[in-house]
């Protein structure tokens, strides 16, 4: 991608109506813009990133056999009576009529459409074990939209719904998705601590919160010690199932299993939280499959789901420095950015359009600042954006053949002839 031909809007300017660094960054960053109140639209760089979660998120639950659909974002109000939840959800649900006068709303979670799915067509226990999952913007009209992305009104969420026969094989599904968000949140560089939650307004008795710790989290958490010390090898629900964590809410300091003196306080930003809430929404709606002996089985569910939009925030708010964003080669929205020092030298521009052209061709994502501004704003801006390495091209490159290459994370630079430095990217981005 040229710069001079993108779009992006970054500002040099702190937004004011913006708290918390990640809502400041992506402003800045020009990654999105808001249109009304935690209502906002995707700019190129920002759906780059938004992208890349989803894809990871995506591929982790492939991986696990959980297949993907895609509901319709606005419902009838007739599902949400049956299962008894129209009553009951609130003013965060918004309501509306049609042309022809039925009461519809949009979807803030999807349990009674996928519901319905299933009833139609599920009709022997052979169909079963079965996880769906889908990755679509629901709406919560939320009393205090804030933190830009973070806690908006309409946001992007992975929700996958689980149907099993019986309770055994309901908590393996649930255990399946618990072990598959800790590769997942790794892979997107973060270290996310599953504690236990209340099941809120969706009901049930066996519910995790996947937590990033972070000073700006909305949530307390109350977690062991070793978890600090954990490796990600250690990572896993045989691990952690010794190990006490838990939120806010569930959190009984008289009952609590961690030695007083391991017991940890944090903030922290809920990226994913995982429900068993066996046949709440079957019973209610009558989904029933038939069994081995032709009896009758109300299958057992659960749900899961990620804040997809939201985990841009959380990993800014856990990567950053005062200069801007420091992404995770996982979901940068480029690799590399390409600085050319010296617009307009002719022989400086054939060497980085050179450059960029090989890139290209080798696999990496570039973004090439090939603006005619000031060396120290184009430096800045690339600071700013974050992106894992920056390749400088300037009067070194001429006299020395040299390329500067500088680790955005580290800080650390480097002179390196061309070929070093193409096999130096490839190693550290894991192209070749
Ligand atoms: P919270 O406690 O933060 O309000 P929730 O418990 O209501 O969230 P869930 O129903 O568990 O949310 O939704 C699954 C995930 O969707 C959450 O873990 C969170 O990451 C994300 N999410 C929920 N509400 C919002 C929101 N208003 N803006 C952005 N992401 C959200
Ligand atoms: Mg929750």
Known sequence: MRLSRYFLPTLKETPSEAQIASHRLMLRAGMINQTSAGIYSWLPLGLRVLQKIETIIAEEQNRIGCHRVLMPTLQPASLWRESGRYDDYGKEMLRFRDRHDREMLYGPTNEEVITDIVRQYVKSYRSLPQTLYQISWKFRDEIRPRFGVMRGREFLMKDGYSFD???????????????????????????????????????????????????????????????????????????????????????????????????????????????????????????????????????????????????????????????????????????????????????????????????????????????????????????????????????????????????????????LSFEEGLRYLHHHLGTL
């Open 165 to 415: 026969i019986n309770y055994e094989g309901a908590k393996a599904s649930y255990e399946k998705i618990f072990e598959s968000y800790l590769v997942t949140f790794r892979r997107l560089g973060l270290t996310a601590i599953p504690v236990q939650a209340n099941s809120g307004a969706i009901g049930g008795n066996l519910s995790h919160e996947f937590q990033i710790v972070a000073p700006t989290g909305e949530s307390m958490i109350y977690y062991d010690a070793a978890y600090d010390t954990l490796g990600d090898q250690d990572m896993t629900l045989a691990r952690l199932q010794n190990l006490y964590a838990a939120a806010d809410e569930k959190h009984d300091p008289y009952n609590c299993p961690i030695p007083l003196e391991n017991v940890k306080t944090a903030r922290g930003i809920e990226v994913g939280h995982i429900f068993y809430f066996g046949t709440k929404y079957s019973k209610a709606m009558n989904l029933t499959v038939q069994g081995p002996h032709s009896e009758t089985i109300i299958p057992e569910m659960g749900s899961y789901g990620i804040g997809v939009s939201r985990l841009v925030g959380a990993i800014i708010e856990s990567s950053h420095d005062e200069d801007g964003i420091i992404w995770p080669t996982s979901v940068a929205p480029f690799h590399i950015g390409l600085i050319n020092t010296k617009i307009g030298d002719e022989r400086l521009d054939k060497i980085a359009e050179e450059l960029y052209q090989t890139f290209q061709k080798q696999g990496f994502d570039v973004l090439y600042d090939d603006r005619n501004e000031r060396i120290g704003v184009k430096f800045a801006d690339m600071d700013l954006m974050g992106l894992p390495w920056q390749v400088v091209v300037g009067n070194k490159t001429l006299d020395q053949k040299t390329l500067e290459i500088k680790n955005r994370k580290t800080g650390e630079r480097q002179d």
